[in-house]
């Protein structure tokens, strides 16, 4: 018996003596969930079928095997229109072809000048002599739009300065035989790797990466991936747009003081420290040239000084992070008629 009696669902039909079998365990079917599809371009819906035990003895892959394509439901009979692509035939309603090789159960179908209007849900049929089954536990939906979906950026790793990254922009390709052109947008030089590949639902799609080390500059810049989708004699286009963060040390670490011009004793004076760093300066250190050497005498960005004496001289701040530290360059605290002694800078970095 061709179709087994414990079947989940299952309707029998003898005509002219062929077995036409429907149920879950009459076929298996392997391919996408769903699949998103431009107008005016082709769609490859990668698939692929299986025969279960019980009936396998019923399947020749020698003798030519039928694929079918059926919309909306999987039960056909009273309802021819949901056929809307049978190989044996040569006039379909969809125009298409099945790519793949049927005596070894690849059932891959493309579909050429889609429109919105094949927005719908697909099941797949074999027929062949004496089986014919039709997987109703499994359809693949097509989705139409008129623009495509944005490509998709990773970054792979931190972002660091002096580190080199990877920067992936992935775009779907549902027509395999004209692929989206990826281009980048980046504040830095680049050349890119691309090449189609081939994801675990067995559909395609198109991967660059850019490798580059990042510099501070680059931190808070945007980066843009453009797709190019090329249908018919025109193109659509959909880009993804991300700002870039860069982990770095702290840069142009400056120190300010107010006022500026020389100072009386007993005069109040602040001290300012500036960086940049990402993540931000965590900690500001304050340093006095004394006898040729440094002296650390505060903490903190802001630094108030009642004046003294022995106060003049040099000053420098140290800003550090996470990933290091910054020193800005000296500033000279000048005392009115004190005629201080002033050290000499020493070398800083």
Not at 158 to 177: H, I, Q, R
Not at 206 to 211: A, D, E, G, I, M
Request: aromatic letters at 10%.
């Amino acid at each position: 018996m061709a179709c087994p009696e414990n079947m989940f669902f299952l309707i029998v039909l003898f005509m002219s003596g062929v077995l036409v079998c429907f149920g879950q365990n009459g076929l298996n079917t392997t391919m996408p969930d769903r699949l998103d599809v431009l107008t005016g371009s082709c769609v490859q819906i990668p698939c692929s079928f299986d025969i279960p035990d019980q009936n396998k003895y019923t399947f020749n892959s020698t003798i030519p095997t039928s694929g079918v394509w059926i919309k909306e439901s999987p039960y056909f009979f009273g309802h021819p229109d949901n056929v809307i692509f049978n190989s044996s035939e040569t006039v379909n309603r969809y125009q298409g072809k099945i790519t793949g090789n049927m005596s070894q159960k690849n059932c891959t179908t493309v579909f050429f000048n889609v429109t919105t209007s094949y927005t719908n849900k697909y099941f797949f049929r074999i027929e062949s002599q004496p089986f014919k089954a039709t997987d109703i536990g499994k359809s693949v939906d097509i989705v139409v739009r008129d623009l495509p979906s944005s490509p998709i950026i990773t970054v792979s790793g931190e972002v660091k300065e002096g580190t080199p990254v990877s920067l992936n922009c992935s775009a779907v390709a549902p027509c395999p035989e004209h692929p989206p052109e990826l281009t980048w947008t980046l504040p830095t030089q680049f050349t890119p790797k691309n090449q189609l590949q081939e994801n675990p639902d067995q559909t395609k799609s198109v991967l660059s990466t850019v490798t580059f080390a990042p510099s501070y500059l680059h931190h808070e810049k945007n980066i843009t991936c453009t797709a190019v989708y090329p249908v018919g004699a025109s193109n659509k286009t959909a880009e993804h747009n991300m700002m870039l963060h860069v982990s770095f040390s702290p840069k142009d670490t400056s120190a300010s003081i107010s006022p500026a011009d020389p100072v009386s004793v007993g005069s109040c004076v602040y001290l300012t420290c500036s960086s940049t760093a990402n993540p931000p300066v965590t900690n500001f250190t304050w340093f006095q040239i004394s006898e040729g050497k440094p002296a650390q005498v505060a903490s903190g960005q802001s630094y108030t000084l009642n004046v003294t004496v022995g106060d003049g001289g040099l000053y420098y701040c140290e800003a550090r992070n996470s990933h290091g530290c910054g020193k800005s360059k000296e500033v000279q605290l000048a005392i009115k008629g004190g005629g201080e002694h002033l050290d000499s800078p020493v070398g800083l970095t």
